[in-house]
C-alpha cells in the first residue's frame, strides 16, 4: 500500500529549530521528486521545498531558503527537511508529496501522492 508519512512536527519557540521526516512507501521511491508543502490556516497551500529523485538537486521558496534544508535517503526511502531560525510565519501543516520525475520541480497540481501532513506551531 502506498503511503507516505510525516512526522517531526511540534511546538517550538521562534529561533529554534525542527527536522522534518517524510518516510514512503508502497512504490519505487527513488523514481520520485519529492516535495514539501504547508498550509496555514486561512492560506492556501504554498511550495516550500522540493528534491529531485537522485538528491543532486533542491529548490526552495524564497521564504525559507538559507533557513531550511531539504535532503533525502533513498536507502531508506525518507526525506528530511531541516528547518533552523523559525519564525512565527513558519506554523503550518507541513505535508510530503511525490511525484514521478527526475527534476526538482514541485508544483501543488502535478503531484502524484500526498502525506497526511505534520503541524508545526512556532510561538513563545
Known amino acids: 500500500q502506498l503511503q507516505l508519512v510525516e512526522s517531526g512536527g511540534g511546538l517550538v519557540q521562534p529561533g529554534g529549530s525542527l527536522r522534518l521526516s517524510c518516510a514512503a512507501s508502497?512504490?519505487?521511491?527513488?523514481?520520485?521528486?519529492i516535495g514539501w508543502f504547508r498550509q496555514a490556516p486561512g492560506k492556501e497551500r504554498e511550495g516550500v521545498s522540493c528534491i529531485s529523485s537522485s538528491g543532486g538537486s533542491t529548490n526552495y521558496a524564497d521564504s525559507v531558503k538559507g533557513r531550511f534544508t531539504i535532503s533525502r535517503d533513498n536507502a531508506k526511502n525518507t526525506v528530511y527537511l531541516q528547518m533552523n531560525s523559525l519564525k512565527p510565519e513558519d506554523t503550518a501543516v507541513y505535508y510530503c508529496?511525490?511525484?514521478?520525475?527526475?527534476?526538482?520541480?514541485?508544483?501543488?497540481?502535478?503531484?502524484?501522492?500526498w502525506g497526511k501532513g505534520t503541524l508545526v506551531t512556532i510561538s513563545s
Open positions: 508502497g512504490f519505487s521511491f527513488s523514481s520520485y521528486t
Open positions: 508529496a511525490a511525484v514521478r520525475s527526475l527534476f526538482a520541480r514541485c508544483f501543488k497540481g502535478d503531484m502524484d501522492y
